[in-house]
């Protein structure tokens, strides 16, 4: 491990006060490259973080460039990302990946080109061509020997393939948007259960009363309905196993938190803007730092590998952050057998045999998904990714050359999806928040169900994105979101009712509004903060309880008083969350939901389990009793769980030793895996703290933050970021696990803007050149 990388959180600020070098240090390695398609000479100069500080004579050089050192990094990433969106997994893989690619190519975008490029900005295409020529630079070098190939095309005798522009907007399927899984769900728990329990499976905000569609009956979706929409949106899996709908009947782990100070709270006198996306985990991650720096256009920031320029980050003059907002972008359409749809037929072409032909309907509300042939009823995909300008992330094109909060609005109203809480500052010191997407106007319902086809449910429309509500400069001096339910009282068109507890957004409001001056430093620390206000509120209730069993009288005594500190190292921490994520839920079910009803509701999150417990209207005649045992009786289960996992000796369980963070490639290449895995780790949080840290069934990190990034608003130089595990996904690179160390323990690295900083920070530079 380098030595420079090993620092703590406050040390990285000193980075800003060092002398600015003009001159390659000479540890600083270098080569050259001719490339095609080049306009005129450039530079990469890779920092000691693995991040991309490219220089070009233009905006499409630009792109060019970093199209080239996106597919140095992650070529294999890119390469699956776009042959699983498109559909051409088989032509790779062999036939055992036709049915994805079908799934793949339902949720294709398959309207006008045209339309679909004149929705984003200008020059967007041209941009676009130019990264996506830097890709197939790189390819071509591969094929010439000049590269060396990423050990997964070997293991695999597979191919990258060529890029064209149209690819990078086509594909759909990752587009986050919702809430399709949970209209299933919601149908399911209703066939044969009470609608007055769905609070229990999940709250909604504001509490609104379920009201069945006329004309639905929720038992007629099927059990498999989704199988096609979970293969088609699903990572490539490449252990044969069969992909399941997960979580269905709990909240997602996905989430993000972000907040701006403006600078009269600032302890630096300019905004500060901080953004930690949270998404499932993987190696390597989902996004890609760069810096672009031409003479029609500036970017630093991340942005997701295969897309050119960044999601959020700064453009020198602006900055901007983004975490979901609840926008219900998706219905499921119900048709009855009189429904005309329309058939496709496309050749897929398949590894080592003939290509096989699959026939791909649609209705006119979308893709059918699946058909039952007993009813003769088939489900279709409605969804606003369906519009021109739907490409996920793709209009943050619009923010590339924006200078002023009138130029950000604009921006936001072409937002599309996912619909995102965008957040903003700029140089004059205004800071704002402006959520975006795409919003469907219904024609009657709600978005919580299922709905008939017809002209009864249809969609009217997409709403007026000037409609939607806007914060800039509030009184308050600063503004965060943290998915949680944000849209002012009264406001009067429907966006959403599925938000995300408000658990992060609480505590992260806790600590802005506890300092006067907020400095950089604050903002990291909150990043990285592991306290919980729901745990804190979870173990509120336990107060005056007596316990009845050893279990639980040992259970009471660890957590009551207990401040909710999520620590990797603390006791309480374990048995909260085992408490708290799997054995609340379950012990709600069986005291409020009738046995026959239990199959299809699924285990709820202790978030909505809390809520009713406290409410207590849906407790019965005696709800201080049915509260006792709900609490008690799980708090006791998890006990002997805890035991059974960590010891008897409760003093020696630490949270982190079940709640490690460890990274495998979805690829096994034996005798070559043990260079390839990250970790393991261990860390502290959950889903309930700003540091978010979801888990999957054995308690291992499966989501969270992987990139975090405070910027210095006009003093750039003092940003600081983190990528975890690493900027490459290459294992013989020296940043393809460099970043995980830091990650785990809190810890940033310069996020530098200006050329003598970016000198100062090289390791490596790419001198290149245009073939003539």
């Known amino acids: ?60 050089d630009g792109f060019y460039l970093q199209g080239y050192a996106v597919a140095r990094d992650r070529l294999w990433q890119i390469d699956l990302w776009r042959k699983r969106g498109l559909g051409r997994l088989a032509a790779s893989f062999g036939p055992s990946y036709v049915t994805q690619d079908r799934a793949a190519r339902l949720l294709l975008y398959r309207g006008d080109m045209a339309a679909e490029w004149k929705a984003y900005p200008a020059d967007a295409k041209d941009w676009t061509e130019g990264f996506v020529a830097g890709i197939n630079a790189f390819i071509e070098e591969t094929e010439r020997g000049q590269q060396k190939l990423p050990l997964e095309f070997v293991a695999t005798g597979t191919k990258p393939e060529r890029w064209q522009a149209d690819d990078v907007v086509r594909i759909r399927s990752n587009a986050l948007a919702s809430n ?53 949106t699903s990572d490539v899996k490449f252990d044969g196993k069969v992909l399941v709908m997960a979580s269905r009947d709990t909240e997602s ?47 630093a920031g991340a942005g997701e590998p295969a897309l050119p320029g960044i999601s959020f980050g700064h453009n020198g003059e602006i900055a901007w952050a983004l975490t979901i907002f609840a926008i219900d972008q998706q219905d ?48 279709a995909l409605r969804t606003t990714w369906s519009q021109p300008g739907g490409s996920a992330y793709f209009n943050a094109a619009w923010a590339f050359q924006a200078r002023t909060w009138d130029d950000f609005l604009v921006a936001r109203n072409h937002w599309g999806a996912p619909p995102l809480n965008l957040l903003y500052a700029d140089r004059k010191g205004d800071i704002g928040w402006a959520p975006g997407g795409f919003v469907p106007k219904r024609n009657a319902g709600d978005g919580l169900l299922p709905v008939p086809a017809g002209e009864t449910y249809r969609w009217t429309g997409l709403l007026d994105p000037a409609l939607m509500p806007i914060k800039h400069n509030p009184k308050e001096g600063w503004i965060a979101t943290a998915n949680e339910m944000n849209v002012p009282e009264g406001y009067p068109h429907l966006l959403a ?40 509120r979870t173990v509120g209730m336990l107060k005056d309880f007596r316990g009845r069993s050893p279990a639980e009288v040992s259970a009471l005594s660890l957590l009551i008083g207990w401040d909710g500190y999520l620590g990797s190292e603390s006791a309480s921490a374990a048995l909260f969350e085992i408490w708290a994520g799997r054995y609340l839920g379950e012990s709600a079910v069986k005291h409020l939901v009738p046995e026959a009803s239990r199959a299809n509701f699924g285990r709820p999150p202790a978030t909505s389990v809390i809520h009713v417990l406290e409410q207590g209207t849906l407790l019965g005649a005696d709800p201080a009793k049915v509260r006792s045992d709900i609490l008690l009786e799980s708090l006791g289960a998890a006990w002997a769980e805890a035991e059974r996992l960590m010891g008897p000796n409760a003093r020696q369980w630490r949270w982190g030793t079940l709640h490690i963070a460890e990274f495998k490639p979805a690829l096994s290449i034996p005798g070559r895996d043990s260079e390839r895995y990250v970790g393991p780790l261990p860390i502290g949080g959950g889903n309930s703290t700003p540091n978010a840290t979801s888990w999957t069934g054995d308690y291992k990190f499966a989501a969270g933050p992987s990139v975090r990034l405070v910027m210095d608003v006009g003093a750039w130089d003092n940003s600081v970021v983190i990528n975890n595990p690493g900027q490459s996904g290459d294992p013989t690179s020296p940043h393809y696990r460099d970043l995980f160390p830091l990650w785990a323990s809190g810890s940033y690295v310069p996020f530098v803007w200006t050329r003598a900083r970016v000198m100062q920070e090289a390791e490596h530079v790419i001198k290149v050149m245009p073939v003539r």
């Not at 007055?196 to 007629?220: F, M, Q, W, Y």
């Not at 989902?286 to 720096?293: A, V």
Request: hydrophobic share 40%; glycine share 6%; net charge neutral.
């Open 332 to 379: 499921l359409v119900v048709n009855d057998a009189k429904v005309t749809l329309r058939e496709v037929r496309e050749p897929i072409e398949v590894k080592g045999q003939a290509p096989q032909e699959v026939a791909l309907k649609f209705s006119a509300d979308g893709p059918i998904l699946y058909e039952d042939p007993a009813t003769q009823r088939s489900f």
């Open 1 to 60: 491990m380098k030595s420079w990388m090993m620092r703590p959180i406050l040390l990285t600020l000193l980075f800003a006060g060092q002398a600015q070098a003009q001159t390659l240090a000479p540890s600083v390695t270098q080569e050259s490259r001719n490339l095609p398609g080049l306009s005129q000479a450039g530079e990469i100069i890779i920092d000691r973080a693995g991040i991309p500080h490219i220089y070009a004579a233009t905006a499409r």
């Open 253 to 299: 782990q996905e989430g993000s938190n972000n907040w701006v100070i403006g600078p009269e709270r600032s302890a630096t006198g300019r905004p500060i803007l901080a953004n930690d996306p949270h998404r499932a985990q993987s190696i390597p991650n989902l996004r890609y730092l760069s810096h672009i720096d031409t003479p029609e256009l500036k970017l």
């Open 180 to 232: 399709l899984t949970s209209e299933v769900a919601r149908a399911r728990a209703l066939c044969g259960g009470d609608v007055k329990l769905e609070p229990l499976r999940r709250r909604l905000e504001p509490a609104t009363p379920v009201t069945i569609p006329k004309g639905l009956d929720p038992c007629s979706i099927p059990q498999n309905v989704l199988d096609t929409f979970t293969l088609g």
């Open 497 to 536: 009712l599925e938000w995300a507890d408000a658990s992060r957004a609480a505590r992260i409001q806790e600590v802005i509004r506890a300092k006067p001056k907020f400095a950089i430093t604050d903002a990291m620390a909150l990043q990285n903060d592991v306290t919980s206000p729901f745990a804190r």
